[in-house]
């Protein structure tokens, strides 16, 4: 069974800097693409950064500001996440972007004030 754990989320100033790291077990990860999803309360969740085979996607919100990075000796995805504002504020998850696994991590929150 496929497992992700997020971490790395906290509280931060406007303008400062976070990374996440997801770790993935129960599956062979470097055959998939991985993204980086958030849902802020009130809203749906929404992609917004994806790799694959080295080539990277953001939702252009986080355009120039967050990068997606993977290690797959670690099993690990990450999302570099700079100049955050408070519109960043969200529960953020990992997973296959656009046909994601079933399971769902608990995510990483994410906090940014103004």
């Known amino acids: 069974q496929v497992r992700l754990v997020e971490s790395g989320g906290g509280s931060v100033q406007a303008g400062g800097s976070l990374r996440l790291s997801c770790v993935v077990s129960?599956?062979?990860?470097?055959?998939?693409?991985m993204g980086w999803y958030r849902q802020a309360p009130g809203k749906q969740r929404e992609l917004v950064a994806s790799?694959?085979?080295?080539?990277?996607n953001y939702v252009d919100s986080v355009k120039g500001r967050f990068t997606i990075s993977r290690d797959n000796a670690k099993n690990t995805v990450y999302l570099q996440m700079n100049s955050l504002k408070p519109e960043d504020t969200a529960d953020y998850y990992c997973?296959?972007?656009?046909?994601?696994?079933?399971?769902w991590g608990k995510g990483t929150l994410v906090t940014v004030s103004s």
């Open positions: 997973n296959r972007p656009y046909t994601p696994w079933d399971y």
């Open positions: 129960g599956t062979i990860f470097s055959a998939f693409s």
């Open positions: 790799i694959r085979a080295g080539s990277t």
